[in-house]
């Protein structure tokens, strides 16, 4: 019951599986990708935050094709482990450490990125403040790497919460890019506040000089972060007024499609039988609950210790 419950529940949850995807994950860049072409032309691409792998599924079948003597490189990064999967370069390691930043870069030997991917999320913590601070400076690192390996022209994909600093947000991927968009795809649930900043066009201001000290991440920003979090206001955002921009918003993927926040029956199979809830494609390699599985297997709990 609690299998199908949950299928019931999430139509992507149920596609994901039912598609080999790793994780649901994988139809909101699908879905950015319909709307935003993102994946025109890319030859090298990084995927931040990848694990368990579902974006780095899609890039691998969307940009490598069969008999591709220099096949495009995909590279991805995350603090987990992550099982691998074909043409795709993995790291395991931090994004938010300078150590992580230079082994991306190293890797490019001088070359450049079309796309850097980034569906990072850090663990909540159900302090919206905090998690949405974590979360900016998350995207910050990000982008960070990205000004180091990111041709001119080039796409940057990253995962925001919308809250009260994204216009804070917004102003700074204005320094870098023509184009900001923050888009909702589909299979993102409304109830979450998660959504995606895609940012086209990458024209650094004249003479910017990447560096791993990133003056967006200085104290001045920090210290506004904070000191709206501490006094719960507003008041802190330096863009007020006529500066205070209007980020433009757009929903993405197809209106007749699913709707991540509806319940869909289980469909009856060509056959006439019944759906058969699937496992996940790949199951997670070193999940935090695998000492409890080992201790459970092992009785540990029936032993009255
Ligand atoms: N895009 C992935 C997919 O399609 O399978 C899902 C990514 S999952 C929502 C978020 C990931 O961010 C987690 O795997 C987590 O380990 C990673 N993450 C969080 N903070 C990180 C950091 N500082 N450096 C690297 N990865 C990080």
Redesign the pocket.
């Known amino acids: 019951m609690g299998k199908s419950s949950k299928d019931k529940r999430d139509i992507y949850y149920r596609l994901a599986k039912e598609n080999g995807y ?2 649901r ?2 139809f909101k860049l699908l879905q950015i990708n319909e709307h935003f072409n993102i994946f025109k032309d890319v030859r090298n691409v990084v995927d ?8 780095s599924q899609v890039l691998s079948q969307q940009l490598i094709k069969e008999g591709d003597q220099h096949p495009p490189k995909i590279i991805a ?4 482990a992550m099982a691998p999967l074909p043409g795709v370069i993995q790291y395991q ?4 450490k300078t150590s992580t930043a230079e082994k991306i870069i190293s890797h490019f030997q001088g070359g450049l990125a079309d796309l850097v991917v980034c ?4 663990d909540v913590t159900g302090l919206h403040d905090m998690d949405e601070y974590i979360q900016a400076q ?1 995207l910050l ?1 990000a982008l960070n790497i990205t000004t180091h390996i990111l041709r001119t022209g080039g796409t940057f994909v990253a995962k925001i919460f919308r809250g009260k600093d994204i216009t804070l947000l917004y102003a700074q991927l204005k320094l870098f890019f023509k184009t900001v968009t923050c888009s909702k795809p589909r299979s993102s649930r409304n109830s979450s506040v998660e959504a995606f900043i895609v940012c086209q066009d990458y024209s650094p201001p004249e003479g910017y000089v990447p560096s791993m000290v990133n003056p967006m991440m200085d104290l001045s920003y920090s210290m506004h972060l904070l000191l709206t979090i501490l006094t719960l206001k507003d008041e802190a955002n330096p863009l007020v007024g006529p500066n205070r921009m209007i980020v433009p918003f757009i929903a993405c993927g197809d209106l007749e499609g699913f709707d991540s926040d509806m319940t869909y029956p289980l469909p009856v199979l060509p056959d006439g039988s019944e759906y058969q809830s699937l496992e996940p494609h790949q199951a997670p390699i070193a999940p935090p609950y695998q000492t409890f599985l080992d201790l459970k297997r092992s009785n540990f709990f029936n032993k009255g210790v």
């Not at 931040?48 to 974006?55: D, K, M």
């Open positions: 790793r994780a994950s994988a931040l935050c990848a694990a368990p792998g579902s974006w990064v995350d603090l987990q390691g931090d994004i938010t569906d990072g999320a850090p998350l690192a």
